[in-house]
């Protein structure tokens, strides 16, 4: 016995949460996943769901395009963390792998969902998006359209040189060298630079559609036990989910030059910046001045004139959580008159931030931030070298504090 039914996101609902339903329903044990497209922005708010559905003993395979710079190395290195086989595919000829395929499979039943969702935040909650959901009896045999799923994918692991698939992170970083894929800022680097060419055109149609991204469950650090806990055991205001409707979060960038700490890990968060170029009125920057605006450490969520307040942050860094990175305001000895970045979590498995980065990596970079919920960001490194790509292309370029001799921080 089966049904159909016909999901048009965001207004009838939201595909990605009908995904971690399944995820979080025992009834299930298979996942495959076959898209043309993943973000960071996807993979982490599913991360989770993903990761409880293998402990429980489901198995998740996953096949993505890496065309049209759709696919990033940030979402690769996340999947290669959380799934049982992570396959990419990609011709030469410009050829786009374009699916969007959600099977969900146990030996009773079977959920599938073919339509237009990416496995990003926008395909999966934001976008304006339509897929068919079927679902499905299999108590007698497989069902002949899960048959043809089967031999669909048969056919593109039989096709010679059509899929790669993906033993280790070395295997990203291979075709991140040889321009397959790109990290997230870079891709906003390139979208910014073509948007700054079209800028004056005029518009037709309405700016958005408002759509709700779910919150994430963060972990904090247990002071007294030094043992890490869901953020839900502690107590805290309620939040509501934020509407956002682009298919990026928010990307800031840091120029680190020294650093500061024993292991150069500690990232100077300016109260206020001077503004080298673009316009903060129309941001969270905003102080009512073209040429000042607030400082970096808003873009974390910390009200730069509070020096009491104290934010533990979890940042992703190559897939992997990290957890109590401290940002606050040093009194004392410490103080130098600015916020500070403390970038010294650590991972589930007790793993330090600093042994990932090794000793003074974040020294003489540019550092990048995406924004993917309130508290929690992933994070990438570039070289000192880039600095002029990212400026020529980011809407805000400002010093980190007050000083013109002070390192550079950017929106892009």
Known sequence: MSSIRLLNQPLGGQVGNYIKDCLEDSKYNKLTIIVAFAKNSGVLRLKES????????????????????????????????????????????????????????????????????????????????ASLILSEDNKAEKSEVQKELINYIKQLESTTDICFEIKSESDIDALLA??????????????????????GQPTRFAKKLEANLPKIEHFLINTEGDELAPIKDVKQKEVVPAALVEEDSSIMWFETKRMTGGSRNILDLSKTAAVVKGDPATTQFSL???????GGVRFFGVDPSDI???????????????????????????????????????????????????????VNKIITFTKVDDGYYFMAVFDADDMEEFEEVSKIVAHNGLSRNSRLLGLL
Do not use: C
Not at 288 to 294: A, P, V
């Open 288 to 294: 009512g001045e073209s040429d000042l605006m607030e």
């Open 178 to 199: 040889e321009g397959y894929i790109a990290k997230e800022a870079k891709t906003r680097i390139a979208r910014n630079a073509r948007i700054y060419r079209e800028a």
């Open 50 to 129: 993903l990761e409880a559905f293998r402990k429980s003993g489901g198995e998740i395979d996953v096949y993505v395009g890496i065309d049209l710079d759709g696919t990033s190395y940030e979402a690769l290195v996340s999947l290669l963390r959380i799934v049982n086989k992570l396959t990419v595919v990609h011709l030469e000829s410009g050829q786009t792998f374009h699916p969007k395929i959600y099977s969900f499979t146990s030996d009773d039943e079977g959920v599938l969902i073919v339509g237009s969702n990416n496995l990003t935040s926008g395909g999966l909650w934001t976008n304006i998006e």
């Open 308 to 362: 009491s307040a104290v934010k533990d942050i979890v940042i992703n860094y190559d897939g992997i959580d990290y957890v109590g990175n401290t940002i606050k305001y040093p009194e004392g000895d410490r103080a130098n008159g600015t916020w500070r970045l403390q970038i010294k979590g650590r991972a589930e498995d007790g793993a330090r931030i600093t042994e990932a980065l090794g000793s003074e990596y974040l």
